[in-house]
Nanobody
């Protein structure tokens, strides 16, 4: 499985970005898919996930601002980010796993990771 993120960039606070994650290889709609982020000097954290039933989960700090979605026909995962804040600045990664579905940002729980796309929000 290969995951390739895109859509990052630099925006001012209050702006929006949409991240995409293109998946290839042996990936099915039974995989759990998630978005994670890591700011400089901080640990990687889970941001949002969507499970095989289409149920979603978010960390509190992005609820109401970010929306995770997927387009199975194109094997693509999205993260729509609105009302961006400087504290959202980080490298954003997508991840996939065929069995586990958790916001814990650990390779123990997520088998496949992309290389990341940078999001920078200025005040």
């Amino acid at each position: 499985v290969q995951l390739v993120e895109s859509g990052g960039g630099s925006v001012q606070a209050g702006g929006s970005l949409r991240l995409s994650c293109a998946a290839s290889g042996y990936i099915t709609d039974r995989h759990c898919m998630g978005w994670f982020r890591q700011a400089p000097g901080k640990e990687r954290e889970g941001v949002a996930l969507i499970d095989s039933n289409g149920s979603t989960r978010y960390i509190d700090s992005v609820k109401g601002r970010f929306t995770i979605s997927q387009e199975n026909a194109k094997n693509t995962l999205y993260l729509q980010m609105n009302s961006l804040k400087p504290e959202d600045t980080a490298m954003y990664y997508c991840a996939a796993d065929p069995m586990r579905c958790t916001l814990v940002a650990s390779r123990v729980y997520w088998n496949y990771w992309g290389q990341g796309t940078q999001v920078t929000v200025s005040s």
